[in-house]
């Protein structure tokens, strides 16, 4: 059974910095996409950045800069660097995962994460 967990949301001011961190465990598959998506109030949920088995990344162009998506390998753990944050960045921050059938460069097609944890909590004060 796969089981994500969000860490390390929290609350800043504009300019500042968080670090996000998922603990993954249980998926089954061989290749894979990990991602992470957020969704503010009234909004529809977003891809932020998504990293595959190769390291491979894709960013919205929303965060581009500013945003690093990174796994450690050794401890399961998928993180995501925020700097330079921005009110419009507020919303609950979501991981997630995709088993994908070939190595396929990694997309932030909603669809295709299956699997999603609880998720953490980004306040951005102006």
């Known amino acids: 059974q796969v089981h994500l967990v969000e860490s390390g949301g929290g609350s800043v001011q504009a300019g500042g910095s968080l670090r996000l961190s998922c603990a993954a465990s249980g998926y089954p598959y061989m290749h894979y996409w990990l991602a992470w998506f957020r969704q503010a109030p009234g909004k529809q949920r977003e891809g932020v950045a998504a990293?595959?088995?190769?390291?491979?990344?894709l960013y919205a162009d929303s965060v581009k800069g500013r945003f690093t998506i990174s796994r450690d390998n050794g401890k399961n753990t998928l993180n995501l660097e925020m700097n330079n944050l921005k009110p419009e960045d507020a919303a609950m921050y979501y991981c997630a995962i995709a088993g994908t059938r070939w190595l396929l460069p990694p997309q932030l097609d909603l669809s295709a994460y299956t699997d999603w944890g609880q998720g953490t909590q980004v306040t951005v004060s102006s």
């Open positions: 990293i595959d088995k190769l390291d491979r990344t």
